[in-house]
T-cell receptor, first 111, second 112 residues
Framework: GEDVEQSLFLSVREGDSSVINCTYT??????LYWYKQEPGAGLQLLTY?????DMKQDQRLTVLLNKKDKHLSLRIADTQTGDSAIYFC???????????FGTGTQLKVEL | DAMVIQNPRYQVTQFGKPVTLSCSQT?????MYWYQQKSSQAPKLLFH???????NEADTPDNFQSRRPNTSFCFLDIRSPGLGDAAMYLC???????????FGPGTRLTVT
């Protein structure tokens, strides 16, 4: 089976960088995603990375993928109060349809 | 501008009383998904449609059914809601399997 694990909480100060980590066990994953969920809202797709990539940068977001260790991270530069939310990593198998979500990391940004 | 729309946003139903949740999309995507998300948990896939082809997850209770009358709409029917079915129900769409999924805002279901 697939297990995707994340640390539950992360607290940072406004302006600092945030790094949210994710580990997964399914080596056949082809796409890995980061979603953001604000309180009472649906999931917003932030970014994704294909499994043959090591890094992807999109404005303040940097995704790093270490396939050997099955480790995925999301770095948010210059973290703002609006970044406070729960962040889910998710994986999808090649040719499959099922997103397997991580446990979610609650990011709290303090002034 | 809304791409995946869910109605209603909040639904209260009585124990055992059938309820239907609605999802519509303006993206013309082939695939539509229904997820259940309980408090402080990750979303859990219930089933999905690839066009008219219905795909049920093995552990989805029989109490949950779905209909997709056309490309734009998909419904989640809960035949006899129990207290344990109280959750946020999320609809998502994608242009094909293994492609990124776009989520609606969710419907929060309360069972009294």
């Amino acid at each position: 089976g697939e297990d995707v694990e994340q640390s539950l909480f992360l607290s940072v100060r406004e302006g600092d960088s945030s790094v949210i980590n994710c580990t997964y066990t399914d080596s056949s994953s082809t796409y890995l995603y980061w979603y953001k969920q604000e309180p009472g809202a649906g999931l917003q797709l932030l970014t994704y990375i294909f499994s043959n990539m090591d890094m992807k940068q999109d404005q303040r977001l940097t995704v790093l993928l270490n396939k050997k260790d099955k480790h995925l991270s999301l770095r948010i530069a210059d973290t703002q109060t609006g970044d406070s939310a729960i962040y889910f990593c998710a994986e999808i198998e090649g040719g499959g349809n099922k997103l397997t979500f991580g446990t979610g990391t609650q990011l709290k940004v303090e002034l | 501008d809304a791409m995946v729309i869910q109605n209603p946003r909040y639904q209260v139903t009585q124990f055992g009383k059938p309820v239907t949740l609605s999802c519509s999309q303006t993206l013309n995507h082939n695939v539509m998904y229904w997820y259940q998300q309980k408090s402080s948990q990750a979303p859990k896939l219930l089933f999905h449609y690839y066009d008219k082809d219905f795909n049920n997850e093995a552990d989805t209770p029989d109490n949950f059914q779905s209909r997709r009358p056309n490309t734009s709409f998909c419904f989640l029917d809960i035949r006899s809601p129990g207290l344990g079915d109280a959750a946020m129900y999320l609809c998502a769409t994608s242009s094909g399997r293994a492609f990124e999924q776009y989520f609606g805002p969710g419907t929060r279901l309360t069972v009294t």
